[in-house]
């Protein structure tokens, strides 16, 4: 598979969050302000892009060597904690204000399963090393946009007059439901 064509499906046709339903959790408690989702959506491709570097690596050249490729998930969950401690330390050094913002979702990254599940599905579709990093990129850069799509989306919210019993988390639902809708358009984009 070309890289244009693991681009366009991991971002738009198989968009992790909106047509695979991964990261649900950060995508509903994040999207409320589009500066936060901005931060969010930047923390997951660092974690996300790097992420599938170290778990590729150890795969391919420790796990598949040694026949303990049982070990896959268990091994991924620890890189991918390591990574989101990482990145949280750099940020409350770098910009308090993001950190404060992000809260606990910062931490919620290590419980994200889109970020898991970008490394297993890269390992189980056979990708090469610049094939997986592209996939990881392209799929954390997919998660950013429906993220932002939806902060803006709730920001317009608050402006109009939502009636009173579906004010929050019902109004996000269905927001929701209509953004994985409108990307369901994009299916047949790629074959």
């Known amino acids: ?34 500066s936060t989702s901005i931060g969010m959506g930047a923390a997951v491709v660092f974690v996300m892009t790097l992420a599938n570097l170290v778990t590729y690596l150890i795969y391919y050249f420790i796990l598949t060597p040694i026949h303990i490729e049982f070990m896959l998930t268990i091994t991924f969950i620890l890189v991918i904690a390591s990574l989101v401690q990482i990145v949280e330390i750099i940020l409350k050094k770098v910009s308090p204000a993001l950190y404060q913002a992000l809260g606990i979702y910062l931490p919620l990254i290590t419980t994200n399963c889109a970020v898991l599940g970008t490394a297993i599905l890269a390992v189980t579709k056979n990708y090469n090393l610049i094939q997986s990093l592209v996939y990881a990129m392209s799929t954390a850069l997919g998660f950013t946009l429906a993220l932002i799509l939806m902060a803006g989306i709730r920001e317009q919210l608050e402006l109009t007059g939502v009636p009173k019993a579906m004010k929050g988390f019902p109004i996000a639902l269905v927001t929701a439901g209509l953004l994985s809708l409108a990307f369901m358009g994009f299916a047949g984009l790629v074959k």
Request: charged letters at 5%.
């Open 1 to 34: 598979m070309d890289i244009v064509n693991i681009i366009i499906l991991a971002l738009l046709v198989n968009n992790v969050v909106l047509a695979q339903f991964l990261g649900i959790c950060p995508f509903l408690g994040v999207s409320q302000k589009t």
